[in-house]
């Protein structure tokens, strides 16, 4: 199955359980999200047909909230911080051995869909600045050696 190919039918029993709610546009793209790592268009048209919320109401709640994702992500999530303490200290050097050692660029993922790279501004930990969230992991005081070394002991 390609990141493109989705069991549509995965999604019948979130549909089945908020059909009366029309107000549950958030947990059934919460619930969704959770099944495809991301909001496939074909599940939002699916959501559309199935519950009568209109597609443009779909899309306007995934694209408002940060938690939701349009496109596929990797099945690793590194986010670095480039708020003002993790920028002075180095938090570019991060991105770039990040980028470098895993076939990635900021903001995407690398072809295999398992590592995705994420610029965050403020982690609310700048006395370890710089920081790093790996898989919901705080990595502080990160080096760019550190950092790749981390993630490769993901697997």
């Keep these: 199955m390609t990141v493109t190919d989705i069991d549509i039918g995965l999604i019948e029993p979130i549909l089945q359980e908020f059909r009366e709610q029309k107000g549950a546009v958030i947990p059934i793209l919460q619930r969704t ?49 480039d708020g003002t303490a993790c920028h002075v200290k180095g938090a570019q050097k991060l991105v770039e051995a990040v980028e470098n050692g895993f076939d990635l660029e900021a903001g995407g993922s690398d072809p295999d869909f398992e590592y995705t790279l994420e610029i965050v501004y403020c982690l609310g930990s700048c006395g370890l600045a710089p920081i790093a969230l790996v898989d919901g992991q705080v990595y502080g005081n990160t080096t760019a050696d550190s950092i790749v070394k981390n993630i490769k002991e993901l697997d």
């Design 33 to 81: 999200q959770d099944i495809y790592g991301y909001l496939p268009e074909d599940a939002m048209v699916e959501i559309s047909k199935k519950s009568g919320i209109s597609i443009s109401q779909l899309y306007g709640v995934a694209t408002f909230y940060a938690q939701f994702n349009l496109e596929p992500r990797g099945r690793h999530l590194i986010q670095i911080c």
